[in-house]
Structures are given as C-alpha cells and as structure tokens.
C-alpha cells in the first residue's frame, strides 16, 4: 500500500453525493440547477412512455364535431408518478387548431399503464379531413433532498407525444 487512500476506500453515498454538490456549486461558479444533474442519473425515474392509441370523431355533424384522442401512458419506473398537467394540440386540415393546457388530475401506478382522454371541439365536420395531435404532459418525479433545496427553480419534467392521420 502506498499510504494514500484510492478512490474505493471512499464510498460516497447519493445523500452525500447530494450534500456536497449543494455546497460546492456556489463556490465552482456553477448554478444549483447544474449541481442537480448530477444525481439525476441516481434518482430520477425513467420517463413515461406515451402513445396516441386513436383519434376519432365522437360527434361528426356539419354543425359542428367533437374529436376524442386516446393517450397511452405507460409507467416504467418502479415507482408511482403523479401527472401534473397536460398541454395539447388537435390540428384538423381547413380548421383552426384546438389547444389546450388542464390538471391531469391522476397518478400512474408504478409499471401500469393508464389512458387519458383528450377532447377537442370543432365548428364542422371533420370526416375526410386530415389530423394531428401533438403534446406534453408533466410529471412530478420523487422528490430528493436536493429537489426540495430547488423546487422553485426546477421545471417539472414531461413526456412528449403526436401522431397524424386521417378521418375516414
């Protein structure tokens, strides 16, 4: 042995991993934010999966239509993940976009899969007419002793999903 401690005689624990990166940020000229990314691959959970499963006209009259999509979210992680909100987008050719942004009000258990249905109103018919939905929903990950130290300063994460066809 050479009298110096190698690197394995020092096992440095997330908690502690969390504590010195909130100390040392301020003095390496680095921002909190930054600090956090450190840990980000110990404690943040994998991202949902989302998937549009249908895009379908529920009401198609020449009045008027209403357009439901169909989100598959799917929880990968080991945990359970409160969604926050969700902001889409249904696009329908020849008409003005739907856009949207409300409370998702649910948790996705941890490894199940929910859906969520997205509503859109449109003043004609949609039959024939080509689509796109496009969006985001936000999720609140576990909250570790360095998130609470910033949770002003740090966006929530999200998970992006579209897809495009057309009304037959």
Do not use: H
């Amino acid at each position: 042995m050479n009298g110096y401690m190698t690197r394995s005689a020092l096992p440095m624990s997330p908690v502690l991993l969390a504590l010195l990166a909130a100390l040392l940020a301020p003095l390496s000229g680095c921002e909190l934010g930054q600090a956090t990314q450190v840990l980000d691959v110990l404690d943040r959970p994998a991202d949902p999966k989302a998937a549009i499963l249908a895009v379908t006209p529920v009401v198609d009259t020449e009045q008027g239509s209403r357009v439901e999509a169909v989100l598959q979210l799917t929880n990968r992680s080991a945990i359970d993940l409160p969604l926050r909100n969700v902001t889409y987008t249904i696009s329908v050719s020849g008409l003005d976009d739907f856009k949207l942004t409300e409370p998702a009000r649910r948790t996705i258990p941890a490894s199940e899969t929910q859906t969520v249905t997205l509503a859109a109103a449109f003043p004609a018919a949609v039959n024939g007419r080509s689509w796109r939905v496009s969006g985001r929903i936000e999720y609140q990950p576990p909250k570790t002793f360095i998130e609470n130290l910033a949770e002003e300063s740090l966006p929530l994460p999200s998970v992006s999903f579209s897809a495009s066809g057309k009304f037959d």
